[in-house]
């Protein structure tokens, strides 16, 4: 929105006024709404209820007992399952604990301290490691990073995916470099899915270090809205065909399909690479949670049973999604001041406020009762360069007060740009 006239300057000032008014308005009502993680609603914990009584045995299909110690790898039919929702063989997978970050964690870690397969010596022994980090990302894939000293790049996101050109020339210069983070299907937080040019890409590049490995942080991959969903080139696939197979790990988890905290996660990579973490593992551990393994296969059947689990997630979650989106529409469309996604599944929706506001706009909102994931975390070392990106996350509050919390930061937007653009504008 420009100030061309004394008539846009007086459509901009009662633009303004309405909305320090409703702000006041709201803020008197000392609200408590939470929209700052990306947490399934109680509705949508009571889909897996039956998962707290569906185990009548304790026996897997080769008679393994799930109550005792053992299997480190994870019992054969949750690999048979879960490989098929990753779609890599059952050779190719390790299907773990609760955590999938745990399992992005321990990859990092077993990389600093011993190397990856094929690699010369551990990534620590070298005088820097770097890592990719497609931004706006996952929070706390960065503070993994931060964590090991790892030296993080941002990478601008655009409508496809990561910036692929700067990713090629950048890995094909720095042999410090030795991963990318990706969320490649319904990104946090953008929502975007990878093209198949972008997967095949990163597959194929060549790159310095011959020890790169892609974190493919694949946690929203069954997760979508309605019967019109992305899709998601393999990229075990891609990489075996471009002659790098051992170039990728895969994660994954139940979290956002069962319970989080109490789901199965899991990691795919080439038979090499699934060979070396299982040597490592079976030092760490005795065996994962079997039982809980046993009743998720029980529950959830095949990929049909989890996929017709997900449509009901999708009938929670899209009337809260259409809510922010409609809302968003409705407070600011034809302003210019602020652009969003309309994701066709995952758990967030990235609003982009005017360059310079998104920090002001989170303060605002917090001061009138809405708590939103902070500010600039969804980029590496918590700075946003352009402080214009704010993550919704609308799966855990009821509809109605997610409609509130929606309203209040479309009002924040308002004040906080149109008092910007005003005082430009002298
Ligand atoms: N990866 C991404 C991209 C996520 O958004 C989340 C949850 N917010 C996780 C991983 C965490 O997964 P888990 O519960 O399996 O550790």
């Given at each position: 929105?420009?100030?061309?006239?004394?008539?846009?300057?007086?459509?901009?000032?009662?633009?303004?006024?309405?909305?320090?008014?409703?702000?006041?308005?709201?803020?008197?009502?000392?609200?408590?709404?939470?929209?700052?993680?990306?947490?399934?609603?109680?509705?949508?914990?009571?889909?897996?209820?039956?998962?707290?009584?569906?185990?009548?045995?304790?026996?897997?299909?080769?008679?393994?007992?799930?109550?005792?110690?053992?299997?480190?790898?994870?019992?054969?039919?949750?690999?048979?399952?879960?490989?098929?929702?990753?779609?890599?063989?059952?050779?190719?997978?390790?299907?773990?604990?609760?955590?999938?970050?745990?399992?992005?964690?321990?990859?990092?870690?077993?990389?600093?301290?011993?190397?990856?397969?094929?690699?010369?010596?551990?990534?620590?022994?070298?005088?820097?490691?770097?890592?990719?980090?497609?931004?706006?990302?996952?929070?706390?894939?960065?503070?993994?990073?931060?964590?090991f000293g790892i030296e993080m790049i941002t990478i601008e996101m655009k409508k496809d995916g990561p910036d692929i050109e700067a990713i090629e020339k950048l890995v094909a210069e720095d042999e410090n470099i030795k991963g990318i983070w990706c969320v490649p299907m319904y990104s946090n937080p953008d929502g975007i899915t990878y093209s198949d040019e972008i997967v095949v890409r990163l597959a194929s590049m060549k790159t310095k270090a011959e020890d790169f490995r892609i974190f493919w942080d694949n946690a929203y991959c069954v997760h979508h809205l309605s019967d019109d969903h992305d899709n998601l080139k393999n990229i075990l696939e891609a990489c075996k065909a471009s002659g790098n197979p051992d170039r990728v790990y895969i994660f994954s988890s139940t979290s956002k399909i069962t319970f989080p905290g109490a789901g199965v996660a899991m990691m795919a990579a080439s038979e090499n690479n699934i060979n070396l973490a299982k040597k490592h593992l079976s030092i760490q551990t005795i065996g994962p949670d079997k039982l809980n393994q046993l009743r998720h296969v029980v529950f959830l059947k095949n990929m049909a049973g989890i996929e017709s689990h997900m449509k009901k997630h999708a009938e929670i979650l899209k009337p809260k999604f259409d809510a922010v989106t409609d809302i968003l529409e409705k407070e600011l469309s034809g302003l210019d001041i602020a652009y969003w996604n309309k994701p066709k599944g995952g758990y967030f929706i990235s609003l982009y406020t005017l360059p310079g506001c998104a920090r002001e706009v989170g303060e605002m909102a917090f001061q009138a009762g809405v708590t939103l994931t902070k500010v600039g975390a969804t980029y590496p070392y918590g700075v946003d360069p352009d402080d214009r990106n704010i993550r919704i996350a609308p799966t855990f509050p009821p509809v109605d007060e997610l409609k509130k919390a929606i309203e209040i930061v479309a009002i924040c937007i308002k004040i906080v740009s149109l008092n910007r653009i005003i005082s430009q504008n002298p």
């Open positions: 929105m420009s100030i061309s006239n004394n008539k846009d300057y007086k459509a901009i000032q009662a633009i303004l006024e309405d909305a320090k008014k409703r702000y006041e308005m709201f803020k008197s009502q000392n609200l408590n709404l939470d929209m700052s993680r990306g947490k399934p609603c109680k509705e949508q914990l009571s889909l897996s209820d039956e998962l707290l009584s569906c185990l009548e045995s304790y026996k897997t299909k080769d008679g393994t007992d799930c109550r005792n110690y053992g299997g480190v790898d994870g019992i054969p039919e949750a690999k048979e399952l879960f490989s098929q929702m990753l779609g890599v063989s059952k050779n190719e997978i390790i299907i773990g604990g609760n955590s999938s970050l745990n399992m992005m964690y321990d990859a990092i870690a077993r990389a600093m301290s011993f190397g990856v397969y094929g690699g010369k010596k551990p990534w620590s022994k070298h005088e820097k490691v770097k890592f990719l980090c497609p931004s706006p990302g996952y929070d706390r894939h960065f503070a993994i990073c931060e964590l």
